[in-house]
């Protein structure tokens, strides 16, 4: 029987010894930055690149523990962000930026992902729109979420007026279009446009394409709140080098993308999603990218673009752009890193 | 709903009408003084005179709505009280409705609406037959009900007197089930306005529903408040409005 | 309502102790169940065969049942995932009409003044709340559950107000004369006779619940039958539709199922004393 000092001797002897050893214990875990992505619509291989990021553990390496949210009908991810529901968010559109601040949403842009307009306009090819001009009149479709505004533009280049012809919500459904109810029809080339040429073969088909009238609206907009952009830089420029590495790697392996892809949302079209990681490629390659890498602001798209929302009211003001794109963030990867 | 109204006492009125004010005085207290930004909650003071000055476009939509939601009652009303009448007339029909009306009822109905939205599109077709799916279970159950509640005895009386089974059907079944079948039709009023905004928020050529799509992506959240005040409105001014003639028909009878 | 089916449940088991002892009353009720699902199932197949329906209106259940057992995962999750938003709304908001109910009955004053705004408060469709709830309270399990509870609360309050309201005053008036508190009176007397009328609000909680838990989910959530059938109808697929319905259907007729089964029993109870 252990006599109470013997015990208290050994334990002494025990603790001593084990604290005077160099112990090397395993670097206290960790702890990952919480944040999460807001996506700007439903998953799908448009956002490739995040799920692979998420997949391949490319933020835990950069220390951020990121949960990516979907968007949807009835979100806007401007919201979120402003709100402080979500970190980072992959929003609608240079015009949608434009719009929550001229509302006063302290959100800031550190990246575009589409260099040109997703958008086209689908018509018949035997039908009786053979130019922008043959558009009054008809029944257009499209969404006003921003396609709307590209359709605006491209009017206003041929000087025809919006009530000049019927525009109508798009439904979620192209059958309209196909069953000959609707003239023109808005599509992103991604999506609806596979869809499209599903059902009827490409060459009976003419898009209408706004680069062609000199209007490009980039898409898919990165952005923070601007408290997270002046109190986290660290966490910013993390969260885009990792999921730059993501975007590579979906280029790199497009299989392995639309996998992670389909791994969230099983019931998705395999076909229609490779097609979409293919075309989503070649808007996030486009124009300025191939040389300055992935998620470039080009100063100048944004300017026109600016200035082409303020002609046609969409917002109330001049709005100062370098505090609303912040290119800084981006510029800090190396370009090599950035490069497709 | 409530199935016992408030007694309408001048004190009973005095309070909710008290009740009513502590809240907007506190939730024009909370907006102002705490600065909370409109996409927190905007203050009833800029809500109000938001639906003033939009008060073409809000009412614009709420015509849209309140056609689909009336239209959609209507027709849910008639499906509903006629598949209980087939069922009282044909009695072999239970078995095979009653579980089928069921089984399609066990989902929500709004877990519908993506399909009817693919079939019938985005105008008023898809809203009205969503409203009257939801208002005819409701209907089609407390008409029943109602018509189950008919004593036999007096089934057998008018029998006696040589009375078809049409007469009796419409002196003394439809009678009986009249306060069960028009407190179903009540309280299926707020549904189907709820129902077309719901379906609307998913597609829509207009609409309230469609107006608060709108103003969240315009991020104009005081027009989606302004929609719902009108929306809000609009409901109960159906109950009302057919609880009045609830009351109006059991006077009669 | 409710004292129908009283009625015809104790016409029932006096029926069901008159029958000739054969299987016992459980097992019969689960075969006719299995046998009328394999009916439905049956002209399911067949109707849509016989009369060429296009998959786009009602597809074939062998090809509903085939894609999910494709991709099991997201159901299974997806089952999982709404029934826990909608058990948390569904108990919540129960708990908080209960209370409600029971302070109305309690405090005129309070049930004059705050009544009418909860009669107010549903005719506010909720779904526009979704987008400001997800504002508020992120893309949590709370938020569904919010939208869930709000659904919920209501119908309870007035059915327990109801209930608490058909309590014979003799009784109470015999209660006070034995010197109980009020405590004892609302536990022992009030409650129980409010039974029978609660559950009435519960079953048709049961439904509200998920409901809302469907409809937040359509507000960018990541899992969750109302997840898949948001996805499914922006790629028209048509099939997938069909299969979140069904699991919906599963989930909505478990939950009532449950609720009926607890009535069963302590009703019963009640009704005994």
Redesign the interface.
């Given at each position: 029987m252990l006599s109470r000092r013997h015990a208290l001797a050994a334990f002494t002897a025990v603790a001593l010894t084990v604290g005077s050893l160099p112990i090397s214990l395993p670097a206290a875990a960790e702890t990952l930055t919480k944040a999460s992505l807001r996506l700007k619509w439903l998953p799908q291989a448009q956002f490739a690149g995040f799920y692979v990021a998420l997949a391949k553990g490319y933020y835990k390496a950069e220390g951020i523990d990121l949960a990516i949210n979907p968007g949807g009908?009835?979100?806007?991810t401007?919201?979120l962000v402003?709100?402080g529901a979500d970190t980072f968010g992959l929003s609608g559109g240079t015009d949608s930026v434009f719009?929550?601040r001229d509302?006063?949403?302290p959100v800031v842009c550190i990246g575009v992902s589409h260099q040109i307009t997703p958008f086209i306009f689908v018509t018949r090819k035997d039908g009786p729109v053979k130019t922008l001009q043959d558009f009054k009149g008809k029944t257009v479709t499209t969404w006003?979420?921003g396609a709307n505004h590209v359709l605006n533009g491209m009017l206003a280049k041929e000087g025809i007026k919006a009530d000049e012809l019927k525009i109508?919500?798009q439904?979620?459904?192209v059958t309209?279009f196909i069953d000959g109810n609707v003239d023109v029809i808005t599509a992103t080339y991604y999506n609806e446009y596979y869809t499209i040429q599903s059902r009827m073969p490409k060459d009976s088909l003419k898009t209408f394409v706004a680069e062609d009238y000199g209007i490009t609206f980039p898409r898919d907009t990165l952005i923070v709140a601007e408290a997270t952009a002046k109190e986290k830089p660290d966490l910013v420029k993390a969260f885009l080098r990792a999921s730059l590495k993501g975007w590579k790697e979906a280029f790199a392996d497009p299989k392995g993308a639309v996998d992670a892809v389909m791994a969230v949302a099983p019931t998705l079209d395999r076909p229609q999603q490779e097609f979409m990681l293919t075309e989503v490629k070649r808007l996030m390659t486009a124009g300025k990218a191939a040389q300055n890498g992935l998620f470039w602001i080009d100063p100048d798209a944004i300017k026109t673009a600016h200035d082409f929302f303020l002609k046609y009211g969409v917002i109330s003001k001049s709005l100062d752009l370098a505090v609303a794109y912040d290119a800084s963030f981006i510029e800090s990867v190396p370009v090599a890193e950035r490069r497709p | 709903?409530?199935?016992?109204p408030?007694a309408s006492s001048p004190?009973?009125v005095q309070?909710?009408i008290?009740?009513?004010v502590?809240?907007v005085v506190c939730w024009e207290g909370l907006a102002r003084g705490l600065h909370l930004?409109s996409?927190?909650l905007p203050a009833v003071s800029e809500i109000l005179a938001g639906v003033w000055s939009k008060r073409a476009l809000l009412g614009e939509a709420a015509g849209y709505t309140v056609l689909e939601a009336l239209v959609g009652y209507g027709l849910g009303c008639l499906i509903g009280i006629g598949l209980a009448v087939a069922i009282t007339m044909l009695p072999p029909l239970r078995a095979v409705i009653l579980?089928a009306a069921t089984?399609i009822n066990?989902?929500?109905?709004?877990?519908?609406s993506?399909?009817i939205?693919?079939?019938f599109?985005?105008g008023v077709a898809s809203k009205m037959v969503m409203v009257a799916m939801a208002v005819s279970f409701t209907v089609f159950l407390s008409t029943l009900?109602g018509l189950?509640?008919v004593d036999r005895r007096a089934i057998d009386l008018m029998r006696s007197f040589g009375a078809g089974r049409l007469n009796i059907l419409w002196r003394l079944r439809l009678p009986t089930a009249l306060p069960l079948l028009l407190a179903g039709m009540r309280v299926s009023t707020?549904r189907s306005?709820?129902v077309a905004?719901?379906t609307e928020?998913?597609?829509?050529?207009g609409g309230l529903?469609?107006v608060?799509?709108?103003a969240?992506?315009?991020?104009?959240?005081v027009q989606?408040w302004s929609?719902?005040f009108v929306?809000?409105a609009a409901?109960?001014s159906f109950?009302g409005l057919i609880g009045f003639l609830e009351r109006k028909i059991l006077f009669w009878t | 309502?409710s004292i129908?089916s009283t009625a015809s449940l104790v016409e029932e088991k006096a029926a069901a102790d008159l029958r000739p002892t054969g299987l016992p009353g459980w097992l019969r009720k689960a075969l006719r169940l299995l046998l009328?699902l394999t009916a439905?199932a049956l002209i399911w197949e067949a109707a849509v065969l016989l009369f060429g329906i296009r998959p786009?209106?009602l597809p074939r259940l062998s090809t509903i049942l085939m894609a999910i057992a494709a991709t099991p995962g997201a159901y299974f999750n997806g089952f999982l995932r709404t029934s826990a938003e909608t058990l948390i709304g569904f108990l919540t908001g129960s708990a908080f009409g209960l209370l409600t109910g029971i302070a109305f009955f309690r405090v005129r004053?309070l049930?004059?003044?705050?009544?009418?705004?909860f009669?107010?408060s549903?005719?506010?469709?909720v779904?526009?709340?979704g987008?400001?709830v997800v504002?508020?309270f992120g893309n949590t399990l709370l938020a569904k559950a919010v939208i869930a509870f709000y659904l919920t609360f209501f119908p309870v309050t007035?059915n327990t107000l109801?209930g608490l309201?058909t309590v014979d005053p003799k009784q109470v008036a015999l209660m006070r004369s034995f010197g109980a508190s009020n405590g004892q009176l609302m536990l022992r007397l009030q409650l129980p006779t409010a039974l029978p009328q609660i559950f009435v609000a519960l079953r048709l909680a049961s439904?509200l619940s998920?409901?809302g838990a469907?409809?937040g989910e359509w507000f960018g959530d990541t899992t969750g039958?109302?997840v898949l059938?948001?996805q499914?109808?922006f790629t028209?697929n048509?099939v997938a539709?069909?299969g979140?319905?069904l699991a919906?259907?599963l989930l909505?007729?478990g939950f009532?199922a449950v609720v009926a089964t607890a009535e069963r029993r302590l009703v019963f109870w009640s009704a005994e004393q």
């Open positions: 009908p009835n979100l806007l401007e919201n402003a709100t719009a929550a509302k006063g949403l006003f979420t109508q919500p439904q979620v459904s309209p | 709903m409530s199935g016992s408030l004190l009973v309070r909710g008290l009740g009513a502590i809240l930004p996409y927190v579980p089984a066990s989902v929500p109905v709004v877990a519908y993506p399909l939205l693919l079939w599109g985005i009900a189950d509640r707020v306005v709820i905004i719901i928020m998913l597609g829509a050529y529903g469609w608060i799509y709108q969240v992506l315009q991020i104009d959240f989606v929609a719902i929306a809000s409901s109960l109950f | 309502m129908g009328g439905t786009a209106y004053a049930r004059e003044m705050i009544f009418p705004i009669v107010v549903q005719t506010i469709p779904i526009a709340f987008a400001l504002l508020w007035v109801l309201e439904s998920l409901v469907i409809v039958l109302g059938l948001l499914a109808m028209e048509v539709i069909w979140a319905l919906a259907a909505g007729t009532y």
